[in-house]
């Protein structure tokens, strides 16, 4: 029974990779078939461009994702370790939202070229996140504004107030 959690997790990444690989599968059967066969007349060399950025926009979070799920076997065969939890946030999750919104861009893009906008989300997302972390170790200028008359008196009042002793009254017999 030992290693159960390993073989357990071995199956499920393995179930899960094939998944994600007949979704970008499917995604590239259906802009092919559609958009180079059935409306073959307006496809140009942007439309190549397109299928090539979207390759690659499966490929490395996909290979990246492969990496992750890949068990750890001993010297002797022994299976150490099942991969990494592909339910997991992080970086898996962005990995995941980026084969997720590259099939949506590629599906979409064969009813309109204005869908390839879509990818700006990508960055933008990455820019919230990191506005965040940033803004962290920036000085937020609170601490050297001047406070008011008022608002000081009333903050000493507080503190006087907190910094007392307080006595609990008791009921004697």
Same mark, same amino acid.
């Given at each position: 029974?030992?290693?159960?959690?390993?073989?357990?997790?071995?199956?499920?990444?393995?179930?899960?990779?094939?998944?994600? $690989? $007949?979704?970008? +599968?499917?995604?590239? !059967?259906?802009?092919?078939? !559609?958009?180079?066969?059935?409306?073959?007349? /307006?496809?140009?060399? #942007?439309?190549? !461009?397109?299928?090539?950025?979207? =390759?690659?926009?499966?490929?490395?979070? *996909?290979?990246?994702?492969? %990496?992750?799920? %890949?068990?750890? *076997?001993?010297? @002797?065969?022994?299976?150490?370790?099942?991969?990494?939890?592909? /339910?997991?946030?992080?970086?898996?999750?962005?990995?995941?939202?980026? +084969?997720? +919104?590259?099939?949506?861009?590629?599906?979409? =893009?064969? +009813? =309109?070229?204005?869908?390839?906008?879509?990818?700006?989300?990508?960055?933008?997302?990455?820019? *919230? #996140?990191?506005?965040?972390? !940033? #803004?962290?170790?920036?000085?937020?200028?609170?601490?050297?504004?001047?406070?008011? @008359?008022?608002?000081?008196?009333?903050?000493? #009042?507080?503190?006087?107030?907190?910094?007392?002793?307080?006595?609990?009254?008791?009921?004697?017999?």
């Amino acid at each position: 029974m030992a290693n159960q959690g390993a073989k357990k997790r071995k199956e499920e990444n393995a179930r899960h990779m094939a998944k994600l $690989r $007949r979704l970008i +599968i499917a995604c590239n !059967v259906i802009y092919i078939l !559609v958009r180079m066969l059935i409306f073959h007349s /307006s496809f140009t060399w #942007k439309h190549w !461009v397109g299928l090539l950025v979207t =390759s690659a926009a499966y490929a490395i979070p *996909y290979l990246q994702l492969a %990496k992750m799920a %890949k068990p750890t *076997y001993a010297d @002797d065969g022994e299976l150490l370790d099942g991969g990494f939890d592909m /339910s997991t946030g992080g970086v898996c999750g962005y990995l995941h939202d980026m +084969i997720f +919104i590259t099939s949506f861009v590629q599906v979409a =893009s064969i +009813i =309109s070229g204005k869908f390839w906008y879509t990818y700006l989300v990508i960055p933008a997302f990455g820019a *919230y #996140k990191s506005f965040g972390f !940033v #803004k962290g170790f920036l000085p937020t200028g609170s601490e050297d504004a001047s406070e008011d @008359d008022k608002t000081r008196k009333k903050r000493e #009042k507080l503190e006087k107030r907190a910094s007392r002793t307080k006595f609990v009254k008791t009921r004697t017999r």
